[in-house]
């Protein structure tokens, strides 16, 4: 694995990083919500990505009930994870995206084991996450991070309850 893996609240200060490797390591519609904007990185497509992680500034309790976190692996920015809240009191939504290079390191299951704590620290009992069943990184850094899986219609619902042990690192 590339060094110690830690999560870093997405702000200003790790924004261009973040903008840097997601342009050059992965597609705009892995990393951000559909936008109208010309196909590729284009201006317009960075500037979403930009105001996208800016509305969520305010972490959990802000207007989105969103906190992303840059994941820094060797501390370097590699991807991103968020948790957001959901309508059940003491339930989040995961997600994650890490560029090309840092896949298949165990950096994915690092960064989620690491979100697991902020959820758990956070109040949370319960995280959520989806997946297709042919994203098998996303897959196997669930089971890894001790996840009930279930499967329905090629789409992957996962849960971990925080109210048993955190997995060992």
């Not at 950096?107 to 959520?128: S, T």
């Amino acid at each position: 694995m590339a060094g110690t893996v830690r999560l870093e609240p997405v702000d200003e200060r790790n924004l261009e990083p973040l903008l840097s490797v997601a342009a050059a390591e992965a597609e705009p519609i892995d990393v951000m919500p559909p936008v109208e904007a010309p196909a590729g990185w284009s201006h317009a497509r960075r500037e979403a990505f930009r105001e996208f992680h800016r509305a969520s500034f305010a972490g959990l309790d802000g207007p989105t009930g969103t906190c992303m976190y840059a994941i820094v692996a060797g501390g370097e920015v590699v991807g991103m994870i968020r948790m957001s809240r959901r309508g059940e009191p003491g339930t989040v939504e995961t997600g994650m995206w890490l560029g090309r290079s840092a896949r298949g390191q165990g950096i994915g299951a690092a960064a989620l084991r690491e979100l697991l704590n902020e959820a758990a620290a956070a109040g949370m009992r319960l995280v959520v996450a989806e997946t297709t069943a042919d994203n098998l990184g996303a897959v196997s850094v669930l089971q890894k991070c001790g996840a009930k899986l279930r499967e329905d219609g090629g789409k992957v619902h996962a849960e971990v309850c925080l109210d048993s042990a955190l997995p060992a690192v």
